[in-house]
């Protein structure tokens, strides 16, 4: 099992930047891939960004590519995503979710795939 606490979120002027954190506890983090979802009210969740497990293949939603970036420090168990160019549609409350991979280079981007969630952080992009 893997515990996983997002941090980073708040409010931010439209063409600001943040950067989201996912700190991992329990099982040895290096050993899932990992993925970014965002779910805007009223609106169901969604992905947005990926990265296998050992780091080499990324892969990232149409709405946020060129603008977003997902990276990840295994030696501090924590992944990251960092958000620039910001909208005021990429507000939303931000997940971070973990999966076992069947490949070291493999990446997930449905939501079905992931098996552990953290509880999410909120991102305001205001106009």
């Known amino acids: 099992q893997v515990q996983l606490v997002e941090s980073g979120g708040g409010l931010v002027q439209a063409g600001g930047s943040l950067r989201l954190s996912c700190a991992a506890s329990g099982r040895t983090f290096n050993a899932y891939a990992m993925g970014w979802f965002r779910q805007a009210p009223g609106k169901e969740r969604e992905f947005v960004a990926t990265?296998?497990?050992?780091?080499?293949?990324?892969y990232y939603a149409d709405s946020v590519k060129g603008r977003f970036a997902i990276s990840r420090d295994n030696a501090k168990n924590t992944v990251y995503l960092q958000m620039n160019s910001l909208k005021p549609e990429d507000t939303a409350v931000y997940y971070c979710a973990a999966k076992m991979p069947l490949w070291s280079d493999s990446y997930y981007y449905a939501e079905q795939s992931y098996d552990h969630w953290g509880q999410g952080t909120q991102v305001t992009v205001s106009s």
């Open positions: 990265i296998s497990r050992n780091s080499l293949r990324t």
